[in-house]
């Protein structure tokens, strides 16, 4: 089992930064790819970027439009988005995820409880 717990949400202006953190724990070694969604008002949950345990990128550019980072510090079990030129539009609750590998046939789907960004001026 992975447990997932997301940090570093908040309240700020249009233009500020973040720096989300997502700290993972259990069976760690058995994720292949973790990924940040988020979910807005009123509207579903969608794909922000993924990044696969060999480093590989997947940005969803209409929403992160070249503004944010998704990295992985093995050392440390965290997963962070860095999330720059904030626009009210970016206001959502962020979710971690992390999956097993497809090939191998993994059941993992973990997800955390979610933090709150909120771009208001």
């Known amino acids: 089992q992975v447990q997932l717990v997301e940090s570093g949400g908040g309240l700020v202006q249009p233009g500020d930064s973040l720096k989300l953190s997502c700290a993972t724990s259990?069976?760690?070694?058995?994720?292949?790819?973790m990924g940040w969604y988020r979910q807005a008002p009123g509207k579903e949950r969608e794909l922000v970027a993924a990044i696969t345990s060999a480093g590989t990128t997947n940005y969803v550019d209409s929403v992160v439009k070249g503004r944010f980072t998704i990295s992985r510090d093995h050392a440390k079990n965290t997963l962070y988005l860095q999330m720059n030129s904030l626009e009210p539009e970016d206001t959502a609750v962020y979710y971690c995820?992390?999956?097993?590998?497809?090939?191998?046939?993994?059941?993992?789907?973990?997800w955390g409880q979610g933090t709150l960004v909120t771009v208001s001026s």
């Open positions: 259990g069976n760690i070694f058995s994720i292949y790819v």
């Open positions: 995820n992390a999956r097993g590998s497809p090939y191998a046939s993994s059941n993992l789907d973990a």
